[in-house]
């Protein structure tokens, strides 16, 4: 009779931490998805800036239409929607090289620098860069949270009874280009200070209209294959490795 008691205590046990490990489970990936959309956010805030800047830089390099061309068509790919936060990433990575070009173009136009409209959107590109680079390792944090649980033991069995799958990193490529950063300095052109840009190490971002993975809502972006190799997530570094993913 102990016995048969013993072993339903047992039962109730196995139960209650099932139950909690599960919980935790679905909390996580609510909140990878959340963070997911606010990257996304950032990501729209990004893209609707470049049309206003590129304009503002046509009224002064009207010889550089390549590299407005440029801009424009890899913002176009980078709102078209990815299926997944790399390959959002890769596009946002493309957008960031066009846009580094387009700054050192507007080097070269000591008029445009000065313009109040151009240094005025440079700063508001640049703080929704940072924005992105903090909404990215916040996103990547919960990523790593949630994956670890999924693949360790007992919460890997819960997880596989769930249905709950690893996440996907937001991570930057190594082909991303530097972004500027805006500075403003002592020298005033029509008492304007002129915008000076420096580079930056942060991160460019992915997405689209939409970058929610799979393209439905609560879709949870999957990771690959277990085992590959994976750069720190939660740094903003990019050593040899924004679609993406703020």
Same mark, same amino acid.
């Given at each position: 009779?102990?016995?048969?008691?013993?072993?339903?205590?047992?039962?109730?046990?196995?139960?209650?931490?099932?139950?909690?490990?599960?919980?935790?489970?679905?909390?996580?990936?609510?909140?990878?998805?959340?963070?997911?959309?606010?990257?996304?956010?950032?990501?729209?805030?990004?893209?609707?800036?470049?049309?206003?800047?590129?304009?503002?830089?046509?009224?002064?390099?009207?010889?550089?239409?390549?590299?407005?061309?440029?801009?424009?068509?890899?913002?176009?790919?980078?709102?078209?929607?990815?299926?997944?936060?790399?390959?959002?990433?890769?596009?946002?990575?493309?957008?960031?090289?066009?846009?580094?070009?387009?700054?050192?173009?507007?080097?070269?136009?000591?008029?445009?620098?000065?313009?109040?409209?151009?240094?005025?959107?440079?700063?508001?590109?640049?703080?929704?860069?940072?924005?992105?680079?903090?909404?990215?390792?916040?996103?990547?944090?919960?990523?790593?949270?949630?994956?670890?649980?999924?693949?360790?033991?007992?919460?890997?069995?819960?997880?596989?009874?769930?249905?709950?799958?690893?996440?996907?990193?937001?991570?930057?490529?190594?082909?991303?280009?530097?972004?500027?950063?805006?500075?403003?300095?002592?020298?005033?052109?029509?008492?304007?200070?002129?915008?000076?840009?420096?580079?930056?190490?942060? #991160?460019?971002?992915?997405?689209?209209?939409?970058?929610?993975?799979?393209?439905?809502?609560?879709?949870? #972006?999957?990771?690959?294959?277990?085992?590959?190799?994976?750069?720190?997530?939660?740094?903003?570094?990019?050593?040899?490795?924004?679609?993406?993913?703020?």
């Amino acid at each position: 009779m102990i016995f048969v008691w013993i072993l339903l205590g047992l039962v109730v046990i196995l139960a209650v931490v099932g139950v909690v490990m599960y919980n935790g489970l679905i909390g996580l990936r609510n909140k990878v998805e959340e963070g997911w959309r606010q990257i996304d956010v950032e990501l729209k805030r990004r893209h609707d800036l470049i049309p206003n800047l590129v304009e503002t830089v046509k009224g002064y390099a009207t010889h550089e239409r390549g590299t407005l061309e440029e801009v424009i068509a890899a913002r176009s790919a980078a709102m078209s929607g990815a299926p997944t936060p790399a390959a959002a990433a890769q596009a946002e990575g493309q957008l960031s090289q066009a846009l580094g070009r387009l700054m050192a173009v507007a080097e070269a136009y000591p008029d445009l620098k000065a313009n109040q409209n151009f240094a005025a959107l440079q700063q508001e590109l640049t703080s929704t860069e940072d924005r992105i680079a903090s909404s990215r390792r916040y996103y990547n944090a919960l990523v790593r949270e949630l994956n670890t649980k999924v693949e360790s033991v007992p919460s890997n069995i819960v997880a596989n009874m769930a249905g709950v799958k690893r996440a996907e990193y937001f991570e930057a490529p190594a082909t991303e280009a530097v972004v500027p950063n805006v500075s403003f300095g002592d020298n005033a052109v029509g008492g304007a200070a002129a915008p000076a840009v420096a580079p930056s190490t942060q #991160p460019g971002a992915v997405g689209g209209p939409s970058t929610q993975p799979g393209g439905a809502p609560g879709a949870l #972006p999957q990771a690959q294959a277990p085992g590959a190799a994976q750069p720190d997530p939660t740094s903003d570094s990019t050593t040899g490795s924004a679609n993406p993913g703020a």
